[in-house]
């Protein structure tokens, strides 16, 4: 992993936070605290998007498939 790989994902958690408190000022530690886990992998899913590398198993244990 490469630093400019861990600046956009420490990006991608600082803007959900953010975001998280413009629509709900008076969030808890909480939540604002999952809303930086799911910017963070939000981040980690669409760089595997954008490479055309998504092997994550599915729910059923099939692997998903990229088009």
Same mark, same amino acid.
């Given at each position: 992993?490469?630093i !400019?790989? &861990? @600046? $956009?994902?420490?990006?991608?958690a600082?803007? $959900?936070? /953010?975001? &998280? #408190?413009? @629509?709900?000022? *008076?969030?808890s530690?909480l939540?604002?605290? @999952? +809303? +930086?886990?799911?910017?963070?992998?939000?981040? #980690?899913? !669409?760089?595997? @998007? $954008?490479?055309? &590398?998504e $092997? &994550?198993?599915?729910?059923?244990? *099939?692997?998903? /498939?990229? *088009?």
């Open positions: 992993m490469s !400019l790989e &861990t @600046l $956009a994902k420490v990006g991608g600082v803007a $959900a936070v /953010e975001a &998280t #408190e413009k @629509l709900e000022p *008076n969030a530690i939540t604002k605290g @999952l +809303a +930086a886990v799911a910017g963070f992998k939000g981040v #980690e899913k !669409l760089e595997d @998007l $954008a490479h055309g &590398t $092997a &994550t198993p599915a729910s059923d244990g *099939n692997v998903a /498939e990229s *088009n």
